[in-house]
Nanobody, 119 residues
Framework: QVQLVESGGGLVQAGGSLRLSCAAS????????MGWYRQAPGKQRELVASVNNGGSTIHADSVKGRFTISRDNAENTVYLQMNSLKPEDTAVYYC?????????????WGQGTQVTVSS
């Protein structure tokens, strides 16, 4: 019912920047919150940042001051601007959206996009 398409991952040197995008489409009444998670090899998936439909944001301590999440409600798109990237930011980044559909609110996930930061 809800499809999330991510883009913007890639390979970058430490200190560089990347911008991830995620667009939601499909049949839904509203997108309540959107966010980015990441999973590094051998580690659990963790929250990077989230934003609700009122614009309130949460950023993980590990990315505060370096990453910024933003959202275009009209386009149902969420962005993650990543600056001052570090090798430890290397992971697969997943977009997540909580959408209200006919049967209630559910969370949906993108396919993931690889971010690799070289030292």
């Amino acid at each position: 019912q809800v499809q999330l398409v991510e883009s913007g991952g890639g390979l970058v040197q430490a200190g560089g920047s990347l911008r991830l995008s995620c667009a939601a489409s499909g049949k839904f009444y509203s997108i309540n919150a959107m966010g980015w998670y990441r999973q590094a090899p051998g580690k659990q998936r963790e929250l990077v940042a989230s934003v609700n439909n009122g614009g309130s944001t949460i950023h993980a301590d590990s990315v505060k001051g370096r990453f910024t999440i933003s959202r275009d409600n009209a386009e149902n798109t969420v962005y993650l601007q990543m600056n001052s990237l570090k090798p430890e930011d290397t992971a697969v980044y997943y977009c997540m959206a909580i959408a209200t559909v006919r049967l209630g609110a559910h969370d949906y996930w993108g396919q993931g996009t690889q971010v690799t930061v070289s030292s």
